[in-house]
């Protein structure tokens, strides 16, 4: 996923400032450059207009609505407001927004009755009473990237803390780091599931399976270009890999890669989720991707405008705009049957 601050700043163009009596010139050299479009897939009959989908509700968050968490109730940050809104799935009634820290960031995640919120803008994590919808503590840890993701498992709050690779294991009673596990630099987005914390590394294409029990690295294993977010589900892991836009699907059981998936979806951003039997990658420009597990292939592929972030939950699929500052719920088999034209 894509911080809106960042991406709003990332090609700024330099305005030099002259001397009394001229104006301020735009150096060409800091003229963004086009935005070279995604491929997505090739296979006929599988690229279809976002403009099809129909949405069961769409709820207006003003902002940047961003990562997302799903318990009872849905969760999206918001980081140019520094809030979480919350939404009753029930009523498709928003609930309200909670004021966390400074540009919340890098996933949220709920477990131990608590919402956990990373907030980049001042290196904290907030936890959010999951009842009440308040603020319950809000503590100094270090964040390894805005582009990350965070898990809870075993008793505990997972988050990595730097670039270097290390991974936190936090106490949800205190709030306290209980260990440190070194893994592979340049791993930032954390996922648990099959009694194991599993956490990408970006810079040296490998997924890491941490033991939860234990706090040792078990494997790493090889996988696609880039990979930053991940999903557990269909009793695999699968990674969303920014360099070459494929999607990688690791056995849990076996921990060998058993798929690489092409879905054209390169770059900075996206997200990807898993349940209502299939596989959901999003990303800005090709919202939302569907992949048949039971075939490993892209079977729809939906493009235009919005996406970034996606869930699953409540019988729903969970989509954001966020250019547009809009969440859109989405039933699962409408959007099976759905076709292009």
């Known amino acids: 996923m894509q911080l809106m601050i960042s991406h709003t700043f990332k090609f700024a163009s330099l305005v030099v400032g002259l001397s009394v009596g001229t104006v301020g010139l735009l150096s060409s050299q800091d003229t963004p450059p ?21 949405p069961i509700a769409v709820f207006d968050i003003p902002g940047a609505p961003d990562w997302m968490a799903i318990d009872e109730q849905i969760w999206i940050s918001n980081s140019p407001k520094n809030t979480v809104t919350r939404i009753d799935p029930r009523t498709n009634r928003i609930m309200g927004n909670v004021i966390v820290g400074a ?40 964040i390894g990237n805005s582009e990350g993701g965070i898990a809870t498992g075993a008793g505990s709050f997972w988050m990595m803390t730097d670039a270097k690779g290390t991974l936190a294991r936090i106490d949800p009673a205190t709030n306290a780091v209980i260990a440190r596990t ?20 970006t810079e040296q294409n490998l997924l890491t399976r941490v033991n939860a029990k234990t706090n040792a690295i078990e494997t790493t294993i090889p996988i696609g270009q880039k990979p930053r977010f991940l999903a557990v589900g269909e009793g695999s892991v699968w990674t969303l890999n920014q360099g070459d836009g494929t999607i990688s699907r690791v056995d849990m059981r076996t921990n060998t890669l058993v798929a690489t998936i092409e879905a054209g979806l390169p770059g900075d951003g996206g997200e990807i989720a898993v349940g209502e039997g299939s596989v959901w990658a999003t990303m800005i420009e090709i919202p939302l991707t ?40 989405l039933d699962p088999q409408r959007v099976k049957a759905t076709r292009a034209d």
């Open 182 to 201: 070194q893994i592979a630099p340049g791993s930032y987005a954390v996922a648990f599931g099959n009694d194991a914390v599993w956490i990408t590394s």
């Open 290 to 329: 569907r992949i048949d597990p039971t075939a490993n292939t892209v079977v729809q592929q939906f493009v235009g405008k919005g996406g970034d972030s996606v869930r699953v939950g409540h019988g729903s699929v969970w989509l954001t705009d966020l250019k547009a500052g809009r969440l859109l719920r």
């Open 34 to 54: 086009a935005r070279k479009p995604k491929p997505g897939v090739s296979a006929p009959g599988v690229k279809i207009s976002v403009d099809r989908l129909e």
């Open 103 to 142: 540009r919340p960031c890098s996933g949220l995640a709920v477990g131990f009755g608590s919402l956990w919120v990373p907030n980049c803008g001042d290196q904290t994590v907030s936890q959010v009473n999951l009842k009440t919808g308040k603020v319950a503590a809000t503590w100094p840890l270090s």
